[in-house]
């Protein structure tokens, strides 16, 4: 069993910058890609970012490119997401996963969530 609990989430006027953490228990996740998902009231939850195991290769979405930064620290077991220069329409509940996919530009959920955290951006 894993478990995802994700931190940092809150209230931040546009051009703010908050970081996410995922702590992950219940097993290592050294040798798990990890990703980022939102979801916006009304929408679909959709891809941020990921990043392979080793730390190596990162993937984002074309919406954050450039503003968020996604990392991990394999000795904490613990993933991390940077965003700087956030945007009203970056608001919404941000989910860590473990094992995301991806098939050809698209990117989906893998096995395990974590419950959220919201991330609220006043314009």
């Known amino acids: 069993q894993v478990q995802l609990v994700e931190s940092g989430g809150g209230l931040v006027q546009a051009g703010g910058s908050l970081r996410l953490s995922c702590a992950a228990s219940?097993?290592?996740?050294?040798?798990?890609?990890m990703g980022w998902f939102r979801q916006a009231p009304g929408k679909e939850r959709e891809f941020v970012a990921a990043?392979?195991?080793?730390?190596?290769?990162?993937y984002y979405a074309d919406s954050v490119k450039g503003r968020f930064t996604i990392s991990r620290d394999n000795a904490k077991n613990t993933v991390y997401l940077q965003m700087n220069s956030l945007k009203y329409e970056d608001t919404a509940v941000y989910y860590c996963?473990?094992?995301?996919?991806?098939?050809?530009?698209?990117?989906?959920?893998?096995?395990?969530w974590g419950q959220g955290t919201q991330v609220t951006v006043s314009s």
């Open positions: 219940g097993r290592t996740f050294s040798n798990d890609g």
């Open positions: 996963n473990r094992r995301p996919t991806r098939t050809g530009s698209s990117w989906s959920g893998g096995d395990y």
């Open positions: 990043i392979t195991w080793t730390g190596g290769s990162t």
